[in-house]
Every structure is written in C-alpha cells, then in structure tokens.
C-alpha cells in the first residue's frame, strides 16, 4: 500500500464525549488510509479501557475478586455500549463477549486483553468502512523489552496485504513469550508504522491547537485564561528535551523509531483541521525570535541535602549517590553542590506513590556514602523550570542572563541553578512561584 501519511488518535479523541467528532472527520477525509486508535480513555469520572485492563487483569487477576471482576466487565459493557449508540454502530454483543469470555478464565485473560483494547477501534472501523489490523501481528518486543526491528518490515508487510482503509488499535504489543504486552501510549505502534511504510507524515490529531510553549495547566491558571503560544515548528531533539519533563503531545520515546529523514510529526486539531499546529522535523533555521521553543514546568520537587565536611575532596560521592538511586528506581534532578554539601531533587509525586518515603531517601543518601560524618536535610518543596531550544547551545550565556534578570525584575528569588545541555537551562523556584515564574518567562519570551 503506498501511504504518505499515518495518522493516530490518542486516548481522549476516542472517549466517549468525542469519538464521534473523530468518526466523522475519518469519513470526511477518505485519503487517510492507515489509522492508529487508541481504545477510550477515562471522562468525567468514568474509567477508560486501559485502566480497566491494568488494573484486573494485566498480570493481576489472581489478585482480583469475582466481584471486582464484575464491576470491570460491567464498567468495559458500558463503554462499549456508548460508543456504539454514539457511532450509530449496533450489533457489538458478540465481540464483547468474546473479550469478556477470554478475560474471565486465567488461561486465556492475557489475550482478552488485546480483544478488550479492541472493541471501540473495531466500531470505528465498521462506522468509516475499514479493516482492522491488531497490532500484534507486527509490534514484537525482544527480551530486554525493546522493539524488535523486525516489525517495522512485518508492519509494512501486513499493511500491504489488506486493501483499503485500515484501524489499528494501539496500545499492544506481542513480548518474545508470545503474551499481550500493554503498553503507555499508542505513539509506539504509529511510528512503527510509519517507518515500516516510509511515511512522509505521522499526523498525531488532538484536542489542542499543537504543542504549547507552556504547560496551559500552569499558564492558565486563576484569573489568567489566556492560553501558551503554540510551538509552530520544533525538532527531534528539542522535543525529546520538553518530553523529558513532561512536555509535548507525542511519547518522545516513540520517536527513535521514525526515521527523521523521511519522517515529520505533525500535531493537529481535531477541531480546526486547516490550522497549523505544531510541526517537528529533523532541522529548523532557528533565528533569534526562534532560539527557544518552550518553557517545561513541574513539580513539586523535595530537595534533599547532603552536608558532609570535605565532601568537595571525596572523589565518586555524586556518582554512589547516582547509582544507589538507580539501584532503588527513584528518579531525581542533580542540583547544585558546593563546599562540603550537594543538593538532590526527588518528585514529591513519587513519593506518594511509592512506600519508600522521605526517611528511606534519606537512608538512601547516607548509605551511599559510607564511612563518612554526614546529615541529610529536608528543604521545603520547589518546582523546576527548563528552557529548551537551539539557542542555548550557542547563546547559553545571553539567554541565562536574561531569564534571571526577568526573575528578578518579577521579585522572584530563591532561584536555584541545576544544569544547562546544548538544548536547555534548568532551575528551580519555590514551588508556590512556579506559576508567576513559568508565566513571567512565557509572556517575555513570547508575547515582548
């Protein structure tokens, strides 16, 4: 099949409030030919499919109950049943039957699970005339969990095989065991697809106006409704620096597979389909309007301390600590350090989410480094800042100088310093700053 374009849905286009503006724009524009579809995410309270599915029954079935089983599979029959009145598609007992089927007995609920994930994408597909491929029969991981890249031939090959429309429900891969694999977004199996058919374009349809320069949660909050700017055209690497910090609106680690070469990203609205949005290519000219793309926000953060005389003298203290954190999968941003102590910054997110707690990070840290009189200490919450762009390889130096002087011009202190690579500055504030802060750079960055 020759496919210049392959275009994915993410998991709000397909909930059930706006499936059927996503249904219609597919009839609209006949010419796209391979379609990526993520099974429906959560709205308004309501649970999405692949919640239901990690929750129950990836790997936990033994631990669920009958009852909770039941409320699952009623929860996945009203999904189902919405999106099919929504659609105007009947005549889905059968396939849902069949899911429920395979994901109640313990022998058969891994492959349940890609039935499952498959349902609302099959609708769609009937809804617009389309075959259905499962992504299973090409996206293969080897075990180190990688993707094989053998399946960007076998994607190829069995797209080639079908004529006409084709839906693929992402999320789903095959593990070199041979069971369903879920995975945390469908951008995986797009750019698979992409690079297995040498698109031109892989265009990611969303509900935002493309990639903003700000995070809009931040930007817009209170008083302030405006939105960010919109990114017109970013790269590769540029996009893979805001991702790293939870910018964007493709999985970053998505993009190894694509060929940039060939490939460009497109991010579009599903809502205004002439619009822009947001394009990323391997290259851009940047000028000095364009030197930086964005601004990434997070938090909040809670710094640990590590006070320990002479510690500047100690050779490896920085890289135990590393390796210890590593060792215990907690995540952190090195900040700054300097005679006799060293400062870590570790997600407050993770940990509520983990049981490891402030006392065993602090354990942590001191185990580290053993044989030494040393203290940890807890400071209060921050939120970390990152400008990213092609400016900060050449120009760091401008572009540091100017951000802490609008900093400080806004009267905002207690600025600290984390690192700066060939395509961002980081730095911190305290945490009940971060939206004056991360709106003060936008609008000077931006909107001067």
């Known amino acids: 099949m020759n496919c210049e374009t392959v275009v994915k849905f993410g998991r709000s286009e397909t909930a059930f409030p706006y499936l059927e503006k996503t249904a219609k724009m597919l009839l609209e524009q006949p010419e796209q030919k391979v379609i990526v579809l993520s099974p429906p995410g959560g709205h308004n309270g309501q649970v999405g499919v692949i919640d239901l599915l990690q929750k129950y029954f990836n790997g936990n079935y033994q631990q669920a109950s009958r009852g909770q089983r039941n409320i699952a599979f009623s929860l996945l029959e009203d999904i189902v049943r919405s999106s ?48 259905v491929l499962k992504p ?11 993707v094989d890249p053998a399946s960007y031939e076998l994607a190829a090959s069995r797209i080639d095989k079908l004529q006409g429309r084709v839906v693929i429900p992402g999320f789903f891969g095959r593990s070199f065991d041979g069971r369903i694999r879920i995975m945390n977004t469908s951008d995986t199996a797009a750019a698979v697809l992409a690079r297995g058919l040498g698109a031109k374009s892989l265009d990611v349809w969303t509900w935002h106006e493309g990639i903003y320069a700000a995070n809009p949660s931040l930007y817009s909050s209170g008083v302030n409704r405006d939105k960010p700017v919109v990114i017109p055209e970013l790269t590769y690497a540029e996009l893979a620096e805001l991702g790293e910090r939870g910018m ?10 694509l060929d940039p070469k060939v490939t460009q990203v497109h991010i579009r609205n599903i809502s205004d389909s002439l619009g822009k949005g947001t394009i990323i290519t391997r290259f ?8 930086i793309v964005g601004l990434a926000s997070d938090g ?25 954190f590593g ?30 707690g ?19 200490k807890v400071e209060p919450e921050v939120g970390l800042l990152s400008v990213v762009g092609q400016g900060m390889k050449d120009r760091s130096s401008y572009y540091i100088g100017r951000l802490m002087s609008w900093l400080d ?40």
């Open 136 to 146: 299973t029969e090409f996206l293969q991981f080897d075990q180190d969990q990688n």
């Open 327 to 356: 060792f215990l999968g907690i995540p952190y941003q090195r900040g700054t350090s300097g005679k006799g102590y060293g400062r870590y910054y570790v997600s407050d997110k993770f940990i509520k989410e983990s049981t490891t």
């Open 358 to 376: 402030h006392g065993a990070i602090e354990d942590c840290i001191l185990n580290a480094v053993p044989g030494f009189e040393k203290s940890v």
């Open 248 to 257: 964007g609106a493709i999985d970053p680690a998505s993009l190894r597979h």
């Open 300 to 324: 909040p953060y809670t710094p640990f301390v590590i006070n320990m005389a002479g510690m500047e003298d100690v050779v490896g203290v920085g890289a135990s600590i590393a390796e210890a």
């Open 409 to 448: 011009e806004a009267e905002l202190r207690q600025v600290q310093v984390l690192d700066n690579t060939s395509l961002s500055f980081s730095f911190t504030v305290p945490f009940g700053e971060l939206t004056r802060a991360t709106r003060t750079l936008h609008d000077r960055f931006f909107r001067d």
């Open 284 to 291: 851009r000219e940047a000028t000095n309007k364009t030197d």
């Open 84 to 131: 099919s009145a929504a659609l105007g598609v009947p005549d889905y007992q059968k396939d849902l039957t069949t899911a429920i089927t395979l994901l109640d007995n313990p022998k058969t609920s891994n492959w349940g699970i890609e039935e499952a994930g498959c349902l609302v994408p099959s609708l769609v597909a009937r809804k617009i005339g389309a075959q």
